[in-house]
């Protein structure tokens, strides 16, 4: 199949893929959009929002519908890396045997990332780069496609570990879940006070997701977008010459080169699910937001004038 064939398939699928989803996700269409994209982008997602906004449903319902392993880590403070990544025990003819822990499934909810120790925080962080553990010294491959979804809740600050910024650069998207709208809620309702259990099928095959990562991979970009994305980054530098007043004003750290490489993938991505060919300047635009949010630290100045990273993000454009 060519690549322009593929895109379209791309196309097709990924509409299937949302209805499909909407049989039990209702409303946060935004939410789901910019999961899907780091999945194909084959980035990771942190998802900030407060409990009962379906957060577990939406990713267990996705993970049905794109066909692939999922399983859940509830993170607690008495949570050790080898209850993630599984434990060497002896059998019974006195041998050394590996037991994979959860984090061998194609699609990980980290529930509630942030209150387990950096210590355990730190065991997701070989698999979300390298897509490999190494336990005892023996080094264990995960299968493809492979993408982690933490969840953190903003409210409760009693009793957390913050991610460190090392760690929430390496999620591609920072996505905030608000509230459902009045109309949204009721749906919400009615279909979860009844006995209609709505059925997910499945549409891909875990060797068609990691076609289509690589597919998106090959999508080409025109030099402009490329530097206006660089530019956008560097802008967020409040110690660079091209930051804005806005930023040397209210932004005590700036993103990274990874935000610049996530932006042109996310970018490619979102241009081809949406048909286009190659992205451009209004693709990066469109996921802008959620990769440079989690990258930029505001400072006292920013949170006593009540300034949100969003505008000062929006004011980059």
Do not use: C
Not at 92 to 105: L, S, V
Not at 217 to 242: C, F, L, Q, W
């Amino acid at each position: 199949m060519s690549d322009v064939a593929a895109v379209k398939s791309l196309v097709t699928k990924y509409n299937s893929l949302r209805q499909e989803v909407a049989k039990v996700i209702i409303g946060q269409d935004d939410v789901v959009n910019q999961i899907l994209i780091s999945i194909f982008s084959g980035g990771h997602a942190l998802l900030i929002g407060v409990p009962g906004l379906a957060k577990t449903l939406m990713v267990n319902t996705i993970s049905q519908a794109l066909g692939l392993d999922f399983k859940r880590i509830q993170f607690t403070p008495d949570l050790m890396p080898s209850d993630i990544l599984g434990s060497e025990i002896l059998d019974e003819n006195r041998q050394f045997k590996f037991i994979k822990g959860p984090i061998f499934a194609n699609i990980i909810l980290a529930d509630e990332i942030n209150r387990t120790p950096p210590k355990t925080q730190a065991a997701l962080l070989e698999a979300m780069q390298e897509s490999a553990v190494t336990v005892s010294g023996h080094h264990y491959k995960l299968d493809l496609p492979y993408f982690v979804l933490a969840t953190q809740n903003p409210i409760e600050q009693e009793g957390t570990y913050p991610l460190p910024e090392a760690q929430l650069d390496r999620f591609m998207f920072a996505i905030n879940l608000d509230y459902p709208t009045f109309q949204e809620e009721v749906d919400v309702v009615k279909a979860t006070t009844s006995d209609h259990k709505p059925k997910v099928n499945a549409l891909f095959t875990a060797k068609e997701i990691t076609d289509f990562q690589q597919l998106i991979r090959r999508i080409p970009v025109a030099d402009n977008v490329i530097e206006y994305a660089v530019t956008m980054v560097g802008k967020t530098r409040p110690h660079s010459d091209a930051a804005s007043d806005l930023v040397k004003q209210y932004v005590d750290w700036g993103a990274g080169p990874r935000a610049s490489q996530n932006l042109i993938l996310a970018a490619k991505t979102h241009a081809a699910v949406n048909g286009k060919f190659s992205p451009d300047i209004e693709n990066v635009q469109a996921v802008a937001t959620s990769i440079l949010r989690h990258r930029m630290i505001k400072n006292y100045k920013a949170e006593a004038e009540g300034i949100t990273i969003e505008q000062i993000i929006k004011s980059l454009f």
